[in-house]
């Protein structure tokens, strides 16, 4: 079992940045792959990033692509998402997950997930 908590969300204005972090309690944490989806009010939940269980290696869906950065601290069982440049587009609920079959882009292939942290994006 493993629990996931986020915080770090908040409203800022389109062009600021925000991090949002994840801690992580439970069963070994560097064993786990952790994504980041989120979901905007009447939308389905999507991927936004994911991290290796090492942390060596990244993938990012497009539309953050140059703008987002995931990072994770093994050692401190959080992993982080520092976003840039947002833009009102951004603003939903954004939820950390953990995956013990490695990253993936789809909800199904994570076991657990955190409660959310609402991220809003003025214009």
């Known amino acids: 079992q493993v629990q996931l908590v986020e915080s770090g969300g908040g409203l800022v204005q389109a062009g600021g940045s925000l991090r949002l972090s994840c801690a992580a309690s439970?069963?070994?944490?560097?064993?786990?792959?952790m994504g980041w989806f989120r979901q905007a009010p009447g939308k389905e939940r999507e991927f936004v990033g994911s991290i290796s269980e090492s942390g060596g290696s990244t993938y990012y869906t497009d539309s953050v692509k140059g703008r987002f950065t995931i990072s994770r601290d093994n050692a401190k069982n959080t992993v982080h998402l520092q976003m840039n440049s947002l833009k009102p587009e951004d603003t939903a609920v954004y939820y950390c997950a953990a995956s013990s079959y490695g990253s993936s882009r789809y909800r199904h292939g994570y076991s657990y997930w955190g409660q959310g942290t609402q991220v809003t994006v003025s214009s």
């Open positions: 439970g069963r070994a944490f560097s064993s786990y792959a």
